[in-house]
């Protein structure tokens, strides 16, 4: 949890949020899978803020302590930059062309593989990189002092002969570990954040650049990322919330469409149901369903006529009983029966009456003859009625089946009817005439007229069964889509206020974080601007995405305006540095030292007193080496009785490069000078030169102390701040003394400086009395050199 | 001629320079301010140090770092330098501007009101 969450989460309780803003705000908080969760409607856990602060860790500090370059740009043969590896001022002075800049580019080069000189620019802007004089090869040699390490690290690229800028090998080395790729190093990142390096023309870019850049520039210092990874995550889902709450609905007209062109009763069902979307899943789910299809048609679809084969069996055996009954003809059954019935009567009477007349006819007489006549045609008559009335009841079954066989035709409203109902018709006349003859022809006209109606049914329900399913697929599509939609334009009403809260947040949140930056700038401005009458008031980042800025409260003699239209060069570059400084000096920076080239151009004299005191601040916890074309800072820093070492760069026939100290380059031995110069001048009162050469050779003194303990305990890795933290309590001279020779009080403090000079003692107690007055000791002169000879002894390791 | 007549001459040049100064006003504005600055000196060693009148300017502001306090030392060195350097002419640089000026003529004020005081 960065710092960032922890001041949202606060503010989070306070925020007048629906629920499930606040819910997409932690869920974003916590992460990709819980911010989906929030999206998806499951609230993430409720997260409470980190009361306890979080330390960040102070990073390894670094300083410079000496760029060696051989055949690179201005220099020729090998020459070395020493600097001190601690905090402090150099200047490194020299005319244009002398091969300061190279230094510079070279350190920068080392480090981060590129130069803000050339980047962007031209083929052949690279290809003057290496020195027209060098020899053979071509080398940057960096080394650093790295705070905890004994002997520091060294940084080195090396080109051959014939290689392209591009083509070096680079290095690390931490001494006594073995070589490792730069990227070891893990700069990467602070060199882009915290960029030590910065040329003339990239003041001027800072704030002649777009805008947004430097919105970002600053926004990645303060470690605010995080607010735009939020925000971008919020506004990520709110596109897809925006893009997926309109698919529903996107998705309607043509539903509708196909609903409203369906033939299908669930279509109309659908209609009505088209915001209830339960409904319409019901609907889309309930299945196949033929209620749709007219009945007639369906039992069309399903009807069955008898097979030929038993139709024509049925026929035969009805023609068979037909024909019987034909052969039967002229004995009606019934007169036969009765007949029958007759003689079995008068056959009884005979047996009663043997050889009577017939009592009917009073004829023939009933005797044995008649009896077995009668008798045979009694049984004769009898056979022939019960033959009849079997083959009239195979008729009659018959008819029957055959009414049965052939089901009713369904009044079916479809193509092919009249010829079915024609087929039918006759059927139904040939069953009500029983005409046998016709029969097998009127089913071979009905079996002709049903087959292709049942085959139209038949298709008319596939058709509708296969008309229905895609709209199954729609509606069930668009009743997932609609939920969705439903869920993300409540998403997306949520997300709006949370990243409008968010926004007002982090803006918030943005400003208090850049508060002392911004106050530092104005600081360093109100410092650099001497007679300048544009006031530098607040410093905020405004706007978001495309409009993102950073708003200058500039003002112009009071007024409120475009103020940076109407700031001069000179004032804009100042400006610019205003604004760098505090970057490039961020506690979270691994990179004590800072490298600016060219500071002065195009500044007014009296600025140059301004940037004076503000690099003499930075130099205070920062190693600042600044590269300067002409006199007019060191003069400045003389003037102010500013501590700086001053290095003049030379160069010499065929690019050779030499570094001097400058003659007033180093505060101690310039103090010294002065001694001199007031020790000499014979006029003046011997009480006041006393004072003062005692006075300037206690600042000589004090100077190299505090030096050589700052370099001493950065190579032995005591952390700085310890280091800083003694040398304020050190206030007096002896304690400083104390502190830089190692020793307690006492004994072992007079001790020590005996054994560092036979004359240390006398002159830091001559240091010490005749700054205030009371000088009885040697001759100004001796004491003067005396002290010399000290102070080279104290900076031998 | 005291070094609070100089410089009420100084202001009232930076506000309207005389005609007949033309372009070298700025030059010799910062001359009238310097003269202050180096009667006003001269008065305070006067009851201080003696022995300093007139001696080098360089000599005069290394002792005043140790006799007088260090900020109004550092001012009136400040504001010497500058001046020197504005009175003077350089082949490429301009004559001061009316700001700058107004700085150093505000900076040997502070200073002289400083020394009149110890």
Redesign the interface.
């Known amino acids: 949890m960065t710092t960032v969450d922890t001041l949202i989460l606060e503010r989070l309780d306070a925020a007048n949020l629906p629920p499930m803003s606040v819910d997409l705000v932690v869920g974003a908080l916590l992460g990709p899978a819980e911010f989906a969760g929030a999206l998806g409607g499951a609230p993430p856990p409720r997260v409470q803020p980190a009361t306890e602060t979080i330390d960040e860790p102070q990073p390894t500090g670094t300083y410079l302590s000496a760029i060696e370059v051989t055949g690179f740009r201005g220099i020729g043969p090998s020459a070395t930059l020493d600097l001190v590896p601690a905090p402090g001022l150099t200047i490194v002075t020299g005319r244009n062309g002398s091969g300061k800049s190279s230094f510079a580019e070279a350190a920068e080069l080392a480090l981060t593989s590129d130069n803000r000189r050339w980047s962007g620019r031209t083929q052949a802007w690279r290809e003057g990189w290496r020195n027209l004089h060098s020899g053979e090869e071509s080398r940057i040699r960096v080394s650093f002092g790295v705070a905890g390490h004994h002997r520091g690290a060294v940084v080195e690229r090396h080109w051959s002969a014939d290689a392209g800028l591009d083509d070096a090998t680079a290095f690390l080395q931490l001494h006594g570990k073995p070589r490792q790729p730069v990227a070891e190093l893990g700069w990467r990142g602070p060199l882009e954040l915290y960029r030590p390096f910065l040329s003339y023309a990239e003041l001027g870019g800072l704030l002649s650049g777009r805008p947004s850049e430097m919105h970002d520039a600053l926004e990645r210092i303060l470690g605010l990322e995080r607010l735009v990874e939020l925000e971008t995550m919020l506004k990520q889902a709110r596109k897809e919330a925006d893009d997926q709450r309109k698919v529903g609905a996107g998705l309607l007209p043509g539903l509708r469409t196909a609903l409203a062109e369906h033939p299908d009763p669930r279509a109309r069902a659908a209609e009505l149901a088209l915001t209830d979307l339960d409904a319409l899943a019901m609907l889309a789910e309930s299945g196949d369903d033929l209620h749709d299809v007219p009945l007639a048609v369906r039992q069309l679809g399903a009807m069955q006529l008898p097979v030929l084969d038993d139709v024509s069996a049925e026929i035969a055996r009805l023609r068979g009983a037909l024909d019987r009954i034909a052969a039967l003809a002229g004995t009606p059954a019934e007169e036969a029966r009765k007949i029958a019935v007759l003689l079995d009567s008068a056959l009884a009477h005979q047996r009663e009456h043997p050889g009577t007349a017939c009592p009917v006819c009073k004829g023939r007489d009933l005797d044995a003859a008649w009896v077995d006549e009668a008798q045979l045609e009694y049984e004769r008559l009898t056979l022939r009625a019960e033959s009849l009335d079997a083959a009239h009841r195979l008729v009659r079954a018959g008819w029957q089946w055959l009414r049965a066989a052939v089901p009713q035709l369904p009044a079916a409203d479809i193509d092919g009817m009249s010829a079915a109902r024609e087929a039918w018709q006759r059927w139904t006349d040939v069953l009500t005439a029983e005409n046998a003859d016709e029969v097998a022809a009127a089913f071979d006209g009905l079996h002709a007229a049903a087959e292709p109606i049942r085959k139209t049914s038949q298709d008319l329900i596939a058709a509708r069964r296969k008309a229905w399913q895609p709209l199954v697929v729609q509606i069930s599509t668009y009743v997932t889509a609609a939920w969705a939609s439903r869920r993300a334009a409540a998403n997306h009403t949520a997300l709006q206020k949370a990243i409008t809260w968010l926004r007002g947040v982090g803006s918030e949140i943005r400003n208090r974080k850049l508060e002392p930056i911004a106050q530092e700038a104005t600081e360093i401005w109100n410092l650099l601007r ?4 544009v006031e530098l008031g607040s410093v905020r980042l405004a706007g978001t995405g495309p409009t993102r800025r950073v708003d200058l409260g500039v003002t112009i003699d009071g007024t409120a305006g475009a103020a940076l239209g109407v700031m001069s060069q000179g004032e804009l570059h100042s400006l610019a540095l205003a604004l760098f400084l505090p970057r490039a000096t961020a506690d979270q920076s691994p990179f004590r030292f800072l490298i600016i080239d060219d500071p002065v151009q195009s500044m ?3 600025k140059v ?1 301004g940037l004076a005191e503000v690099l003499a601040r930075v130099a205070r916890t920062r190693q600042v080496v600044v590269f300067t074309h002409d006199d007019r800072l060191p ?1 400045a820093l003389r ?3 500013l501590p700086a070492r001053i290095v003049t760069v030379n160069r010499l026939p065929k690019s050779e490069v030499v570094v001097d100290g400058d003659r007033d380059g180093d505060p101690a031995l310039r103090y010294l000078g ?1 001694a001199r ?2 020790a000499s ?1 014979d ?3 011997d009480s ?1 030169r006393s ?2 050469v005692c ?2 050779v206690r600042d000589a003194l004090e100077f190299t102390g505090q030096e050589t303990v700052r370099i001493r305990d950065f190579r032995a890795g005591r952390p700085m701040a310890d280091t800083e933290a003694d040398l304020a309590k050190a206030k007096t001279l002896n304690e400083v003394m104390i502190l830089t020779l190692g020793a307690g009080n006492g004994g072992s403090y007079q001790g020590a400086l005996s054994r560092l000079d036979p004359k240390a003692r006398e002159v830091v107690r001559a240091a010490n009395n005749g ?1 205030h007055g009371q000088y009885h000791g040697a001759v100004l002169h001796d004491l003067i050199t005396d002290a010399e000879r000290v102070i080279g002894k104290l900076r031998k390791p | 001629m005291t070094p609070e007549s100089l410089l009420d001459a100084a202001h009232a040049m930076l506000v309207r320079p005389a005609p007949s100064l033309r372009t070298c006003w700025p030059r010799a504005c910062a001359a009238v301010v310097r003269l202050a600055l180096e009667l006003g000196l001269q008065r305070y060693w006067q009851t201080r ?4 009148e ?3 300017m ?2 005069q502001l ?2 005043l ?3 007088a306090d260090n900020r109004t030392a ?1 001012r009136a ?2 504001a010497w ?2 001046l020197s ?2 009175m003077h002419h350089h082949t490429y ?1 301009l004559p ?2 009316v ?2 000026l ?2 150093w003529l505000e900076i040997t004020e502070l200073s002289l009101q400083r020394l009149s005081k110890e």
């Open positions: 001497q007679q300048s009458n007014d004299p009296a007193y003069a003037h102010l009785g002065d110069a007031i001048d006029e003046v009162e006041i004072t003062v006075n300037l700054a | 140090a003696p022995s300093l007139g001696r080098p360089r000599h290394l002792a770092a140790v006799l550092q060195t400040l330098h500058g350097r504005a640089e001061a501007t700001a700058e107004d700085n």
